[in-house]
Nanobody, 116 residues
Framework: VQLQASGGGLVQAGGSLRLSCAAS????????MGWFRQAPGKQRELVAS???????YYANAVKGRFTISRERAKSTMYLQMNSLNSEDTAVYYC???????????WGQGTQVTVSS
């Protein structure tokens, strides 16, 4: 599996960004996909995930502000991020669940920086 996240950038607090994740390789379209983030000095954390049939999960810190979606035909996943704040500053990664664990193929990630 190859995963490429994009769409990050510098945004002011209160602003919005939309991240995209393009997936290729041995990918099961029904597998759960997710967005993770890692801030400096912190562990990587799951931000949001979506199942093959559209079921979603959001971390409490982003609930109500972020929206995850996917286009299975394009093997593409998105993360719409609104009302961004400085605590959202991190490198964002996308990943696909193999059915037992998250894939070890993380890709490069995309940097999101929120200025106050």
């Amino acid at each position: 599996v190859q995963l490429q996240a994009s769409g990050g950038g510098l945004v002011q607090a209160g602003g919005s960004l939309r991240l995209s994740c393009a997936a290729s390789g041995s990918l099961f379209s029904m597998n759960r996909m997710g967005w993770f983030r890692q801030a400096p000095g912190k562990q990587r954390e799951l931000v949001a995930s979506i199942t093959g049939i559209g079921g979603t999960y959001y971390a409490n810190a982003v609930k109500g502000r972020f929206t995850i979606s996917r286009e299975r035909a394009k093997s593409t996943m998105y993360l719409q991020m609104n009302s961004l704040n400085s605590e959202d500053t991190a490198v964002y990664y996308c990943n696909v669940h193999t059915g037992t664990v998250w894939s070890s193929s993380w890709g490069q990630g995309t940097q999101v920086t929120v200025s106050s």
